[in-house]
C-alpha cells in the first residue's frame, strides 16, 4: 500500500515538477501579442490570456518561480529555525530558553497569511522578499520541532557520557545532537515543504511578491479568471498544475515517511 | 483542583500577552518603517501634496510610542481610527464586513466538526480495509491543495460545465443568506484543508482507543459497539483534534480571505485585500487586529476545551 502510493505521489508530482524545472529551457521567443482570450488556433496550443500572450508559453515559464520560492524559504526557515531549537535546548540557562523561545510563542499566534499582507500593504516584496516573509512566518514552529527533538536526544545518556569524558559543547550540540535532529527534521521537511507551497502559492494569488504580469502559475490563475467562461484553459491547466503539485508532494512525503518508520 | 486552576490562569496570561504582542507586532510592521512612512505609502504617486496629507492624517510627527499609546488606548475603547483613503471610522468598514465572513466562518464550522469526526471514526472502524484506504488516500491529498486553485476548478466544473451552482456571489450583496446557492462552493473550498486534518487525527485518534484495555474491557461486559465508539473512545480521540482545531482557526481565517476573493464576496477578507492594495494602512490594522485576536481567543477556547476532555495531558504554557 505505501508503494502504490509512492508510485502515485511521485507520478502526480513528477508532472508539474518537470514542467516547473524544465519548461523554461523550452521556451521560444515571445510571439507577437494576438487577441485576449482566444481559444486554440493560430499558433497558440492553449489559446491566449487577458493580454494575448500564449498560455503555454506561460505554462512552461510560471512554475519555476512557484518551486524555487518554496524551496528557498524552507531552507531558510531551517537555517534560522535550526541554531535557535539547539541553543535552547542544549543550554543550562533558563532565562535563555525563555528568551529564545517565548518571542516565538507569541508570534504563533498570528495567522501566517495576515503576517504576510501586513508586511506587503506597506512594502511590495519581490520575489526574494515573498521567500523571506513565508520563512519568517514559519520559523517560530520549526525552532519548536527542533527544540523537542534536540531537547529529547540531549537527555540520553550518551549525551552524558560525551560530557563526563570532557567532549567540548561544540562537539556534543553538533556532532552528537545535530545529528540525532536529523531524523525529525527530515520528517518534518516535508510537511514543511508543502505548507510553504500552499503559502508561496496563495500569496502570489493575491498578489503579494509579484508582478500583475508575472509568468506564475498562481497570477495567471488569478488574471485569467476574469475570462474563465470565454478561455477556460488558460486558468484550469495552471490550476490542475498547482493541484498536482501540491497533493503529490503530501503523497509521496508520507509514503516515504512511513517507509522510513517501517524498516 | 488546584493545578488545573493555575494552569487554566496561566493560559489565560498567555493570552493576555499574546494579545498585547499582537497589537504591538502589527503597529511595528505597519509603522515603524525605516525611513519616511508617508512617502512609502505614497507610493506610486509620491506627489508632495499627498505625502504632506499622509503625515496630518496619520500623525506622523509625533514619536512613534506616543502613537502606539493612543492607537492602543483607542482600540479598548473600540476606536480603530479613520480611513486613510476615504475618511471613514474603520468600525464601519469591520461593522460592514462583518455578516458575510461570520456567515461564511459559522457554517463551515458547523459541518466541520461533524463532517470532520464522522469521517475520521469511519475510517478508524473499517481500519485498512477499502472505506478506510479510500479516506485516508482523499485526506492526505486534499489537504495540502491551496483553496485558490481548488475553488477555480470547482466553478469550472459546477458552474461552467454542469452550471449548476452561480460561479461568484456578484449581485447578490452581504444578503447571502437569502441565495444559499452562492454559498455552497466557498463553504465546500473552505471545509476542504480543516476537514481533511481534523478526520486524519479523529481517525488515529480512534484506532488508539480503540485498541486500548478500557475499550477491550467494556467490549467484556458486552456494552453495544455503538455507545463504546462514541460515549468511551471518542472523548479520548478527540483530545489532540481539539488542539489541531486551533491550527484550523489560522486556515480558516487564511481561507476566508482567499475564498471571498475567489468568490466576490464581500466580507472582512475582501475589505483587508482592498485596503492592503490601497495601502490604506489605519483600516489594514484595524482588520488585522481583529483577526488576531479572534486567533488568540479561539486558540485559548481550544485549549480549555482539550484540557476540559483530557485533563491530564499538558497543554502548551
Redesign the interface.
Known amino acids: 500500500?505505501p508503494r502504490s502510493?509512492l508510485t502515485l505521489g511521485a507520478v502526480i508530482v513528477g508532472v508539474p515538477l518537470v514542467l516547473a524545472l524544465l519548461g523554461p529551457l523550452f521556451v521560444g521567443e515571445p510571439g507577437p501579442r494576438a487577441a485576449s482570450f482566444t481559444l486554440g488556433g493560430g499558433g497558440h496550443w492553449l489559446g491566449t490570456d487577458f493580454i494575448g500572450r500564449d498560455v503555454w508559453r506561460q505554462v512552461l515559464l510560471g512554475g519555476r518561480s512557484v518551486v524555487l520560492v518554496a524551496l528557498a524559504a524552507t531552507a531558510l526557515a531551517y537555517v534560522v529555525a535550526l541554531p535557535l531549537g539547539l541553543i535552547a535546548a542544549l543550554t543550562h540557562r533558563t532565562w535563555l530558553e525563555e528568551l529564545l523561545m517565548r518571542?516565538l510563542?507569541?508570534?504563533l499566534?498570528?495567522?501566517?497569511?495576515?503576517?504576510i499582507?501586513?508586511?506587503?500593504?506597506?512594502?511590495s516584496p519581490g520575489a526574494a522578499g515573498l521567500a523571506l516573509l513565508v520563512a519568517l512566518v514559519n520559523i517560530p514552529d520549526a525552532a519548536r520541532i527542533v527544540r523537542a527533538a534536540a531537547a529529547e536526544a540531549a537527555s540520553r545518556p550518551a549525551v552524558e557520557a560525551l560530557r563526563m569524558q570532557g567532549e567540548s559543547w561544540w562537539r556534543m550540540a553538533v556532532g552528537y545532537v545535530g545529528r540525532s535532529v536529523g531524523r525529525t527534521l527530515a520528517a518534518d521537511a516535508g510537511v514543511r515543504l508543502?505548507?510553504v507551497?500552499?503559502l508561496v502559492?496563495?500569496a502570489a494569488?493575491?498578489?503579494v511578491g509579484v508582478a500583475p504580469d508575472a509568468a506564475d502559475w498562481?497570477v495567471m490563475?488569478?488574471r485569467n479568471?476574469t475570462g474563465?467562461?470565454v478561455q477556460?484553459w488558460a486558468?484550469?491547466v495552471p490550476?490542475?498544475l498547482?493541484?498536482a503539485l501540491?497533493?503529490g508532494?503530501?503523497?509521496l512525503f508520507?509514503a516515504v515517511l512511513e517507509k522510513r518508520n517501517r524498516t | 483542583m488546584r493545578g488545573l486552576r493555575s494552569w487554566v490562569a496561566r493560559r489565560l496570561l498567555l493570552g493576555v500577552a499574546q494579545t498585547a504582542a499582537v497589537v504591538l507586532l502589527v503597529f511595528v510592521l505597519t509603522e515603524a518603517l525605516p525611513g519616511d512612512a508617508a512617502v512609502a505609502l505614497a507610493g506610486d504617486q509620491p506627489d508632495p501634496e499627498r505625502i504632506a496629507a499622509i503625515r496630518e492624517a496619520m500623525d506622523l510627527d509625533r514619536p512613534a510610542h506616543e502613537r502606539l499609546a493612543d492607537w492602543a488606548a483607542g482600540l479598548l475603547h473600540g476606536d480603530f481610527g479613520t480611513s486613510l483613503a476615504s475618511g471613514r471610522p474603520v468600525s464601519t468598514y469591520i461593522a460592514d464586513g462583518f455578516g458575510p465572513t461570520l456567515l461564511l466562518a459559522a457554517l463551515t464550522v458547523a459541518l466541520l466538526v461533524p463532517v470532520g469526526v464522522g469521517l475520521g471514526v469511519l475510517a478508524a472502524r473499517h481500519e485498512g480495509r477499502l472505506a478506510d484506504r479510500i479516506v485516508s488516500s482523499m485526506t492526505l491529498g486534499v489537504y495540502a491543495v491551496p483553496e485558490f486553485a481548488f475553488g477555480v476548478l470547482l466553478i469550472t466544473v459546477f458552474a461552467l460545465r454542469l452550471g449548476w451552482l452561480p460561479p461568484t456571489a456578484v449581485g447578490y450583496g452581504t444578503d447571502l443568506l437569502a441565495h444559499p446557492a452562492a454559498l455552497v462552493l466557498p463553504v465546500l473550498v473552505l471545509l476542504s484543508r480543516p476537514v481533511c486534518s481534523l478526520a486524519r487525527l479523529v481517525r488515529a485518534g480512534m484506532i488508539d482507543a480503540l485498541a486500548s484495555p478500557y475499550v477491550a474491557q467494556a467490549r467484556r461486559y458486552g456494552i453495544p459497539g455503538a455507545r463504546i465508539r462514541y460515549a468511551h473512545a471518542l472523548p479520548n480521540a478527540i483530545t489532540p483534534a481539539a488542539q489541531q482545531l486551533a491550527r484550523t482557526i489560522d486556515w480558516l481565517l487564511c481561507g476566508v480571505i482567499v475564498v471571498e476573493a475567489l468568490y466576490v464576496i464581500p466580507g472582512l477578507g475582501t475589505v483587508l485585500m482592498n485596503a492592503v492594495a490601497e495601502r490604506d494602512v489605519p483600516v489594514v490594522q484595524g482588520l488585522a487586529v481583529v483577526f488576531a485576536v479572534t486567533t488568540v481567543v479561539l486558540n485559548l477556547g481550544a485549549d480549555l476545551v482539550a484540557h476540559r476532555f483530557a485533563p491530564r495531558a499538558g497543554v502548551a504554557a
Open positions: 500500500m502510493r518571542p510563542d507569541v508570534l499566534a498570528v495567522p501566517s497569511l495576515l503576517m499582507l501586513l508586511v506587503a500593504s506597506v512594502f508543502t505548507g507551497l500552499y502559492s496563495t494569488f493575491l498578489g498562481a490563475v488569478d479568471r474563465l467562461f477556460p486558468v484550469v490550476a490542475l498547482i493541484v501540491t497533493m508532494g503530501n503523497l508520507d
